[in-house]
């Protein structure tokens, strides 16, 4: 039987390599829809990996399959931007991916391309932009909103009314403190929160803060 899908996870890296059985996963992909997708600067030597085959961007894009699904598992946000922009302007439709055991509430909105891994916790009335990755045992808390290309290393902990905007990267186990209705707390455009930080006010836009509780960082 012809395939008639074809879903790829974008990378082939660490990160690519845990997602790709969330992909499976999901219902309606099997072993045979699915591939590798990577530019072909970065074609490794191998042809394959965990069984699965590598195409390149151009490949995969040839392909004579009108339904295309992509999800970008790569953390460097501005690349995933780049990455993002270009599969929909060759219209390759962007695939969320939502493991099974992710405890997701009420009223909670995902913008395509994201990756919500195992063991992952939305609450309720919570608006999340695209291409969005949620590690491990992350969670996000009421009343959150997040932007694009956000980033959640593992076990980050979002309390209820956190503001955070575009291109952020929270570190692995960061902790943000809940803000409040009138006054939340915000994490600005391309701002990195560090590893086990503790943050207790708003980052401004592209400051990187760490520490307990989290401070700038200076050299």
Do not use: W
Not at 83 to 104: E, M, R, W
Not at 112 to 125: E, K, M, R
Not at 172 to 193: D, H, N, R, S, W
């Amino acid at each position: 039987m012809p395939v008639k899908k074809l879903f790829a996870i974008y990378g082939s890296g660490g990160f690519s390599r845990e997602v790709m059985p969330i992909l499976i996963s999901m219902k309606g992909v099997t072993r045979e829809n699915v591939c590798f997708v990577v530019d072909e600067d970065y074609l490794p030597k191998e042809s394959s990996i965990n069984g699965f085959p590598i195409l390149t961007f151009e490949d995969f894009k040839s392909k004579n399959i009108k339904n295309k699904f992509i999800t970008i598992a790569i953390s460097h946000n501005k690349v995933r931007k780049e990455l993002y922009d270009k599969c929909t302007t060759n219209k390759i439709n962007h695939q969320t991916l939502i493991f099974s055991n992710t405890c997701i509430l009420d009223d909670v909105t995902i913008g395509a391309g994201s990756i919500i891994c195992p063991f992952v916790t939305l609450t309720s009335n919570i608006i999340i932009g695209k291409s969005f990755h949620a590690n491990i045992y992350s969670y996000v808390a009421h009343d959150c909103q997040i932007g694009d290309y956000v980033t959640f290393a593992p076990k980050v902990c979002c309390n209820g009314n956190v503001h955070i905007h575009d291109y952020a990267y929270i570190g692995t186990g960061a902790i943000i403190k809940q803000g409040t209705p009138e006054k939340p707390l915000v994490i600005g455009k391309g701002a990195i929160v560090g590893m086990g930080a503790v943050v207790t006010k708003d980052v401004a836009p592209y400051e990187v803060v760490v520490g307990n509780p989290a401070k700038p960082f200076t050299k």
